[in-house]
């Protein structure tokens, strides 16, 4: 029993490995897939200690124990595939970034298997502000000096969930980078439509301007970044202000062009998105042009506009990354400087572990972008 057992889990495993390769399918749930795409290294190393497990307990069953060594090997092949890819994009990016925006790189390495045993980033105080009536703003203060670029966070949830507590370490991070941070809320729908959460954004811009001084922020020099919805966002604000002081554009596996989105979508799919984008946009394309029109960062984009940092899996279920594709084709005939980091394993959230190698890449994209941006 024992043995059936350890080759059942070695199945697991194998399982799991393969949602570094393929989209995860609409009825399983897509953690999984960032689970095995960023901790895939920890799982390999189980995998293989399964593997000796069962050859060690062999005796009188060669055959089950040799089938879960050979599978056992084979998945962490598989769970090993985002390192091997990760140190391939890593070699290459620090010259990638440097030929599209221009600086120096970094003086560290893109991605490092060492990194996986990083320490976890050390936090900084975090201030509560209103920004505006019933809408708060968690404030990062920057580590290293005053009149820092402030960069504005706004988070993903399919326009109707989500706050601007969404993955806080990573606000740490630049924060002991040397940029303060302001992370947001937005009104949500189906409550609120279009345009009231770009309103907000723009608000929450006003206030830090008008509240630099005390915060400690050099109100010129901002920069927007927003996940997956909050990409979006950020995108038609940054895209569609004109405001001088939007030194650039991060946008980590967003949507852009919400009339290919909705062409494009199922009403069966994971996240029913045509559902959430009627709900969000006033109705379907038909009936609310305007609003899919200046929500989409993709439509207002041209000559002139902000530098831009997009990084997206291509294994993404619930954000197709032909929207950063798309995006990264209109803004090289734009002549508009922007970077599209490309990750194979990697699906939404992929930098919920600082240390796997999908973050390790977006932080070294995004420290060189911040620092070039921001001069």
Sequence with gaps: MVRFSLLLLSAVFAALGALTFFRSPDWSNWKLALFAGEFGHWLAVAALLLGIAAWCARAGHGAVAGVTVVVSVVAAGLL??????????????????????????????????GNYFS????PVAVEMREFAPGLKLDFYRAVKGTAAPCVIVIHGGGWDSGDREQLPEFNHWLARLGYAVVAID???????????????????????????AELGVDATRLVLFGRSAGGQIASAVAYGSEDPAIRGLVSFYAPHDM??????????DILKSPALMRQYLGGPPAAAKANYESASGHQRSRRGSPPTLMVHGTIDTLVWYRHSVRLDGKL?????????????????????????PSAQLATYALEHFLAVVTK
């Design 80 to 113: 090993l595939k985002p390192t091997m890819h990760a140190r391939r994009i890593g070699a290459t990016l620090p010259g990638e970034l440097v030929k599209a925006f221009g600086g120096v790189a970094p003086v560290r390495a893109a991605f490092a298997v």
């Design 186 to 212: 937005y009104r949500l729908a189906p409550k609120f439509i279009w345009p009231a959460q770009r309103d907000d954004t723009l608000a929450a811009m006003a206030y830090v301007k008008a509240h630099a």
């Design 259 to 268: 009339f290919f989105a909705y062409t494009y979508a199922r009403e069966d």
């Design 332 to 356: 090289t005939d734009a002549h508009v400087p922007h970077a599209y980091v490309a990750l194979p394993w990697a699906t939404h959230a992929f930098e919920y572990n600082l240390a796997g």
């Design 119 to 122: 320490a976890a980033v050390k």
